[in-house]
Structure formats: C-alpha cells, structure tokens
C-alpha cells in the first residue's frame, strides 16, 4: 500500500513562489507515476504536472513554464515548484502516484489514471 503526504502549501502574493512536496511510503518509488492535480471551489479537480519513472516530465499549458515538478527517489518524494504564481493557481493541490507505465513513455491526466492520493495542500494566491 502507497501512502503519499502533502506539505507545501500556503498563502503568496501573485507573482510569489512556493515550493510543494510529497513523501511517499510503501512500494518502489523509483517506478512509480507521479502527479499533482489541484481543485478550485466549486471546480473539478485538474491535472498540473506529471513525471514518470525516467524523469520525463509533462504539463498542463496553464502552468508550463512557472511550475516545475520534480523527483528524488532517494528521498521517495516528488516536488512542485511554482513560480510566477497567479491568483487563479489558487486552489488544494493534491499528489498523485501509480505504478503503471513502468518502462513505458505512458502518464496520466486524469483522477482516474492514480490510485493513490496525498490529502491536498490549500495555496491561495492574493492579488
């Protein structure tokens, strides 16, 4: 069983940084597919960020080139860097980890791709 903790999250101004992280336990992290999504009030939860087993990485266009997602198997904990941040980045941003797709190119963009889940971290952006 794959436990995945969030921490990270707090309250920026627009244009601020904050760095999100998630530990894992459980299972080889090395060969795990990892994600953050994030959820806005009253919006259904999106993807962000993606990073598979060799450390390709993948983004939605909202975030690509502000956030950087990132992974440290030694540590078995995968990283969100956000940069640049927005007031619309506001939201709870969730980890996400799977152990499809070892070996192969293959990510998920959606909830139903991961199995496993950290309990969020709420950002709010100010303007």
């Known amino acids: 069983q794959v436990q995945l903790v969030d921490s990270g999250g707090g309250l920026v101004q627009a244009g601020g940084s904050l760095r999100l992280s998630c530990a894992a336990s459980?299972?080889?992290?090395?060969?795990?597919?990892l994600g953050w999504f994030r959820q806005a009030p009253g919006k259904e939860r999106e993807f962000v960020a993606a990073?598979?087993?060799?450390?390709?990485?993948y983004y939605a266009d909202s975030v690509k080139g502000r956030f950087t997602i990132s992974r440290d198997n030694a540590k078995n904990t995968v990283y969100l860097q956000m940069n640049s941040l927005k007031p619309e980045d506001t939201a709870v941003y969730y980890c996400?980890?799977?152990?499809?797709?070892?070996?192969?190119?293959?990510?998920?963009?959606?909830?139903?791709?991961?199995?496993?889940w950290g309990q969020g971290t709420q950002v709010t952006v100010s303007s």
């Open positions: 990073i598979i087993w060799n450390g390709n990485t």
């Open positions: 996400a980890a799977d152990t499809k797709g070892y070996r192969s190119n293959w990510y998920g963009r959606t909830t139903y791709d991961y199995a496993y």
């Open positions: 459980g299972g080889t992290f090395s060969r795990y597919v």
